[in-house]
């Protein structure tokens, strides 16, 4: 096929590299502009652009798609059979929705209609689900609601983080988008339409998600912190001060604590959570200081049984 690719960070190398080894054509690669980043403020190019140019592939970083007739013009002279859209970052117009024969298609990191939305994979590890996946899609104007065409389920560990979900499913969703494509190709592949009714949302993660709720059970804070790595993590506050917690785990045996307060056993820093069950921090970070296991603040800090978290 001729394709127009979409896509701008790492998720969306593994595809693009699959679309090129399957012998289509990608007329031209579509991705966000360069971007500051670091305490040097360099600009960086975007994984995709990168893949793209290792491939000598035409690339395009416009600021803004809805409203802007030069590239409309350009893919209206391409005009591709499909346009691939991976974790591109913007919202497809309806001008792009309609204008190849095989539609706009869209890898979505999850199980659809489950987790609409930016942060598929952050919430489905947040929320303790144990399989997720990835669905490839027509696009249409809603938000991630239009036909699904194929997917593929995985197996999400007890102690992985978003971030190995993340790898998992760039993977497998590769060889997934090839297959849709194939099968598009060839007609037998006939899209199925959602059960709305069975939708859930994954909205774009803010700093607050970061913030420990210790109502909730240790097994909810620490699928929380699992699902948002890198960013926005797990924090509280230890006396006023920001306390980054950079690992954690549940402890197996509950114990009659109040939710937020601290438990000190054996050199260990306990809390108590909802529902009387217990969490430990393993590594922290005390606002202005360096990261540290639990052990070096209790011995730097003097930490108090009894004292409250999050106050």
Same mark, same amino acid.
Request: hydrophobic share 40%; charged share 25%.
């Given at each position: ?30 991705? @966000? ?16 652009? @990168?893949?793209?140019?290792?491939? /000598?592939?035409?690339?395009? @970083? ?51 209609? +489950? ?35 194929? /997917? ?76 948002? @790595? ?11 001060? +920001? ?45 202005? +200081? +360096?990261?540290?296991?639990? /052990? ?8 108090? /049984? ?6």
């Amino acid at each position: 096929m001729r394709l127009v690719f979409c896509g701008t960070p790492q998720f969306a190398v593994p595809t693009l590299e699959a679309v090129l080894a399957a012998g289509h054509e990608v007329a031209l690669v579509i991705t @966000q502009p360069d971007r500051p980043v670091g305490r040097d403020q360099k600009l960086q190019a975007p994984p995709v652009k @990168q893949t793209a140019l290792a491939h /000598a592939l035409p690339v395009l @970083q416009p600021e803004k798609i809805k409203n802007n007739a030069e590239l409309r013009e350009q893919l209206e002279t391409i005009a591709p059979d499909a346009i691939l859209v991976v974790a591109y970052g913007r919202i497809i117009p309806q001008w792009m929705l309609d204008l190849p024969r095989y539609g706009n298609i869209n890898l979505h990191g999850s199980l659809l209609p +489950k987790y609409r939305g930016a942060a598929p994979i952050q919430w489905a590890v947040a929320s303790g689900e144990v399989v997720t996946g990835v669905t490839t899609m027509r696009l249409d104007a809603g938000l991630d609601t239009g036909p699904m065409l194929l /997917a593929h389920s995985v197996p999400v560990g007890e102690e992985e983080t978003s971030l190995d979900v993340y790898e998992n499913l760039a993977e497998v969703g590769a060889p997934l988008m090839v297959e849709t494509l194939r099968r598009l190709e060839v007609g037998d592949l006939h899209p199925t339409e959602q059960d709305h009714s069975q939708a859930t949302l994954a909205p774009i993660l803010t700093r607050e998600d970061g913030r420990i709720d210790f109502s909730r059970t240790a097994k909810q804070i620490c699928d929380r912190w699992r699902g948002f @790595q890198p960013w926005p993590g797990a924090f509280t506050s230890l006396r006023g001060k +920001k306390l980054i917690v950079h690992k954690m785990h549940k402890v197996e045996h509950q114990y009659a604590l109040d939710a937020g307060l601290i438990h000190l056993y054996e050199g260990r820093l306990l809390v108590g959570c909802g529902e009387g069950s217990l969490l430990e921090f393993d590594e922290v970070q005390l606002e202005g +200081k +360096k990261r540290m296991t639990a /052990a070096e603040l209790l011995r730097g800090y003097q930490i108090s /049984a009894g004292e409250r978290l999050g106050e």
